[in-house]
């Protein structure tokens, strides 16, 4: 699949065969080329082999649910595609310097979020021989113009030393070729770790990750397929993506203000994780943002198993009304009203005519030209 120029420069670069993409920064994937406009934004997720990382990306970017992960493989792209979220499988293969060949994996998927933002998440597989070369031959190519990494550690790994030593090593090429990395640990499998021993085992944790993170800032989450906390975790790291989010938070709130809504989340259309939210009235329940996105997402699975396509819901009861609605083209929007007077028409026609208002704030190249900003 590579023309001749392509061949000699491998060639000349001594690399062996390399099937799909190139190691460099990718322009896109499955034959769809980024836009120049897209912001891309370059995110790492690695950690050994077995800690969890196939199953979670599978849950957050392809509608898995947790109990599906249980026979994963090559139907993760097929899930990726059917989403428009584009990935590919790379194979690379190098010559070191004795003639010996060494392959390794990396999954490329191309994830966009608010309209020119788009993540370039680089799943790289977790098998000691890939992640040696990840430390050698491809260090600059891995490590370089990285927005994120994410490293996930199996709470019950049994080779933690050896885990730590990695983790280290990434650390150490981030420091050299990608400075100003925002970096997160996901303590993943906590729902193997006894209840009433959790939070002490993740404080530990928590205070060695960061110890050893030193220069640089960590920010640490404990995850599981099976809860909320692996949403919550994947929420707050897009978060910290969003170009000016700020000033969406702002318009949100306006938002919220003039229909008088208690609550409005912002979900991305095809993850449904939260990326944006504003409330007027305190609320119980500190986890209903991720419940919400699990309880959805299982929703239109269910919706899409039956040839059917998920668009918009409305639950009520003599306490409030809950409304999700596609919102723009890459979110949906749910409002929180407890307002009995305010009838369901009303509130829908209000989401229906903010619509045009935030696909203009979504559009927006810089600050300066976002909508309500004074």
């Known amino acids: 699949m590579e023309d001749s120029d392509s061949e ?13 993409l190139p190691i460099g920064e990718p322009e896109g994937s499955l034959g769809w080329v980024l836009p120049n406009t897209a912001m891309k934004k370059k995110v790492l997720l690695m950690g050994k082999s077995g800690s969890g990382k196939t199953s979670m990306r599978s849950i957050i970017f392809a509608n898995y649910i947790a109990r599906d ?16 979220i584009n990935s590919s499988f790379s194979t690379y293969s190098l010559v070191d310097s004795v003639g010996n060949t060494k392959t390794f994996d990396v999954e490329h998927s191309h994830v966009r979020f608010l ?28 490590f370089r113009n990285v927005e994120v990494l994410i490293y996930v550690f199996d709470v019950e790994s049994r080779e933690l030393e050896k885990d730590m030593h990695y983790y280290q090593s990434c650390l150490e090429a981030i420091l050299q070729n990608s400075p100003d990395a925002k970096i997160f640990c996901l303590v993943h499998k906590m729902d193997l770790v006894q209840e009433d021993q959790r939070d002490l085992i993740f404080k530990e944790r928590e205070e060695d990750l960061r110890r050893l993170s030193r220069p640089l800032e960590c920010a640490c989450f404990r995850t599981s397929i099976w809860d909320e906390t692996l949403y919550k975790a994947w929420s707050s790291i897009v978060y910290q993506l969003i170009p000016n989010v700020q000033q969406l938070e702002m318009n949100l709130r306006n938002f919220a203000e003039i229909i008088e809504a208690d609550e409005v989340l912002l979900f991305e259309r095809a993850t449904f994780l939260v990326i944006s939210h504003y409330q007027c009235k305190e609320q119980r329940d500190a986890h209903r943002f991720e419940k919400i996105s699990n309880i959805i997402k299982q929703f239109k699975l269910s919706c899409s198993k039956l040839a059917a396509s998920f668009q918009s819901m409305e639950v009520r009861n003599s306490n409030f009304a809950a409304f999700i609605d596609i919102f723009t083209s890459n979110t949906y929007v749910m409002v929180v009203m407890s307002d009995p007077s305010i009838p369901s028409a009303a509130t829908l026609i209000n989401i229906r005519n903010a619509r045009k208002h935030f696909e203009k704030l979504e559009r927006v190249d810089g600050p300066k030209q976002c909508l309500l900003m004074s």
């Open 8 to 20: 000699r420069k491998t060639e000349k670069e001594n690399l062996g065969p390399r099937m799909d």
């Open 69 to 84: 992960t249980r026979r994963l493989g090559a139907t993760i792209l097929d899930r990726l595609h059917s989403l428009q």
């Open 115 to 142: 309209g020119n933002l788009v993540l370039n998440l680089w799943d790289c597989g977790g098998q000691d021989t890939f992640m040696e070369n990840y430390f050698t031959s491809q260090r600059d190519n891995i």
